[in-house]
């Protein structure tokens, strides 16, 4: 997919800021985020535990609670500026244009109720009053995600399905109303991997035919590279690279990007160690001052520690956050 | 399903076994009726006739098994002091107690509950913080002192509500009962607020408790994404979690209540089976207290029965199973 042919962004996210306060003060969890996703195109968004990517997420989605704060930056969907919006009105678009799928199936499903039940709400909540088209509606959805004998399934609680299962029937919710864009928060991360594989392929399957734009957020970028447009790596809150898929993966310019790259184990030598991006990640009341990557960083110097990098951008689309981009050449 | 009923009657025949004994031998030991209940100036030979014909010259064990065959046929025995059988008596009491427990149970609930959940939703705020503090103060300030003090207030300062019995009552299905009748709801007020307090405080607490747990939940924040009104969260998603452990806590209280009831029926001379047990136990009369207890722990034992019903019916995660 070219540049060139792309229409509007469904989702233009812009200097998205959110905060978390606490007794000594707010602290930035998303550090101002620039995103675009199109119409049927997956957005990556890689980063380690504590980069900020599901709370971009749930920003995105307006579902962020006290002690957080979304204090700053626009959220464009479908032109409309959400942040604008009343609780009411995002409200009637969650679920229905927006949806959401976390991470962990055993958790998101509500015990009590019945499969049908958490599905056809959905529809219920958004001005839909057919109690019996709902109830077809979800069946349909079940049948789309591979969930066998749905017309049984509905009559059930979420403790009669496998963890698969029921990250199928989230993903069927999410399904219902259509949506422009879906969220995925790291949907895979707490299944099988042979599970895994499935939900992948049937999750792509699913939004390629829909033609809904998808942000797969997860740690994981062997998944990402299978799945993804576009992927935006995520450190300390920012989205220190980001563009399409192959310039990111075949010639990283960040040195965190490249750190993650040469630390997934495919693609290491057999019986050599396994490289690491060493230290962690900086928690957030504890950020540096300057690039938030310079005390991890191999190439850090002393502007680093001073400046926050300007974003650059090259000819292939990418943009990224850093002094001293890793040359072509140097790539693995 | 029926298998496991039927195994948990029979443990429960153990259970009322077990309690007959026991309240038996305690009974036997407080003291000696035949000195409260014959008449001083009775002869030696009618004290003796009277003795036997209770039985209370055999020994204890030889009574007990009197008690027990007697038992097994449904006969509890007839009231030393009433000359009637100690259950009937007991029975014509339970209207006037179930009555207030029923009702100080259900203050509570419909109270407790949506003020459990409007703190437990707003945890940590200071309305909310001030409603947890005072629930503190109705758990633990003792029923026979606030009985005393709403008494003080409403029946002799401010002469709005009558201190003691059961007013006017309205008969229904041959059981007379006064919250049918403007009186006797007025007589109701006092013992069943006095009654509902430690109740209603336990209620807002769990509620609470279980809300402010529910709310951060992965369930709930997955609702909210698939666009729910706050409304339905709170009442499809969040209660239907909390209201299993809040219906176990009501079930053991509505038993802990018929049973303890004692004080406050005390207090307000309210005619129910508390009022006769503390009469009972005063006047030796053997029959009527051990009856009492027998009735209790087989209440008890049933309402456990059907909160473990109602468990199942409101988690469909539980199973009643019969162990092996």
Redesign the interface.
């Known amino acids: 997919m070219t540049q060139d042919s792309k229409p509007t962004p469904v989702l233009d996210v812009r200097g998205l800021q959110t905060v978390f306060h606490d007794a000594k003060g707010a602290w930035p969890a998303v550090d101002g985020i620039d995103l675009a996703l199109y119409p049927g195109e997956v957005l990556g968004l890689v980063g380690e535990s504590g980069s900020g990517k599901s709370v971009a997420g749930f920003s995105i989605?307006g579902?962020i609670d006290p002690p957080g704060e979304i204090i700053a930056g626009e959220v464009l969907f479908r032109g409309e500026d959400l942040r604008a919006k009343s609780e009411e009105e995002l409200?009637?678009?969650?679920?229905?244009a927006l949806?959401?799928i976390?991470q962990?199936p055993l958790?998101?499903?509500?015990?009590?109720?019945r499969i049908g039940e958490q599905m056809t709400?959905?529809l219920s909540?958004?001005g839909h009053d057919d109690p019996e088209a709902a109830q077809r509606l979800a069946v349909e959805s079940l049948r789309k995600v591979g969930i066998p004998a749905p017309e049984e399934r509905i009559y059930q609680?979420p403790?009669e399905l496998s963890g698969g299962m029921r990250q199928r029937v989230?993903i069927a919710?999410a399904l219902l109303g259509d949506p422009a864009v879906i969220i995925a928060d790291e949907p895979t991360t707490a299944l099988d991997v042979t599970i895994q594989g499935q939900i992948i392929a049937e999750l792509q399957k699913l939004q390629a035919d829909s033609g809904a734009g998808m942000i797969w957020i997860s740690h994981d970028l062997g998944v990402v590279a299978e799945l993804a447009d576009h992927i935006a790596v995520m450190y300390a809150g920012n989205i220190v690279e980001m563009g399409p898929t192959d310039a990111v993966l075949d010639h990283p310019r960040h040195p965190y990007t490249l750190g993650l790259l040469a630390s997934v184990p495919g693609d290491a030598d057999p019986g050599a160690p396994l490289r690491q991006v060493p230290g962690n990640a900086p928690p957030l009341s504890r950020r540096p001052l300057g690039c938030p990557f310079h005390p991890r960083c191999e190439f850090a110097s002393d502007i680093c520690r001073r400046e926050m990098p300007p974003r650059a951008t090259d000819d292939v689309g990418r943009s990224y956050l850093c002094h001293h981009p890793v040359s072509q050449r140097a790539a693995p | 399903m029926l298998l496991y009923t039927l195994q948990r009657l029979l443990q429960s025949v153990a259970v009322l076994f077990a309690v007959s004994i026991a309240v038996f031998l305690a009974v036997y030991s407080v003291g000696n009726p035949v000195d409260l209940l014959i008449n001083p100036e009775a002869t030696q030979a009618e004290r003796a006739a009277m003795i036997s014909k209770m039985g209370l010259d055999r020994p204890v064990w030889a009574q007990y098994l009197t008690f027990l065959g007697n038992a097994l046929q449904g006969d509890m025995g007839v009231s030393f002091v009433h000359g009637i059988p100690a259950l009937e008596l007991i029975f014509s009491r339970m209207p006037a107690t179930f009555e207030l427990v029923v009702l100080a149970l259900l203050l509570a609930s419909v109270v407790g509950i949506p003020i459990g959940l409007w703190v437990g939703l707003r945890d940590g705020s200071r309305g909310a913080r001030a409603v947890m503090t005072g629930s503190i103060l109705g758990y633990s300030i003792p029923s026979f002192w606030k009985g005393m003090v709403l008494i003080l207030v409403f029946a002799v300062w401010l002469n709005w509500l009558p201190a003691s019995g059961r007013g006017d009552t309205v008969s229904l299905l041959g059981v007379p009962f006064s919250f049918l009748t403007l009186d006797g709801l007025s007589h109701l007020a006092m013992p069943v607020i006095n009654l509902a307090i430690p109740n209603l405080a336990l209620m807002i607490r769990l509620t609470a408790a279980g809300a402010s747990e529910a709310v951060h939940?992965?369930?709930v924040?997955?609702?909210?994404?698939?666009?729910?009104?706050s409304k339905?969260i709170v009442r499809?998603?969040i209660l239907?979690?909390i209201l299993?452990p809040i219906i176990t806590v009501l079930g053991v209280e509505f038993g802990a209540l018929i049973a303890f009831s004692t004080i406050t029926e005390t207090v307000f001379a309210w005619p129910g089976m508390g009022k006769l047990l503390i009469t009972s136990i005063y006047q030796l009369d053997r029959p009527v207290v051990v009856a009492y207890v027998m009735l209790i722990t087989f209440i008890f034992v049933v309402v456990n029965l059907l909160v473990d019903f109602a468990y199942a019916a409101?988690?469909?995660?539980v199973k009643l199973v019969e162990s092996m």
Not at chain 1, 107 to 113: E, F, G, R, W
């Open positions: 989605m579902l409200r009637r678009i969650r679920g229905i949806a959401m976390f962990n958790s998101t499903l509500n015990p009590v109720l709400e959905v909540e958004h609680y403790h989230a919710i | 939940q992965d369930y924040l997955f609702a909210r994404a698939k666009g729910v009104r339905r499809r998603h239907r979690n299993i409101l988690d469909p995660r």
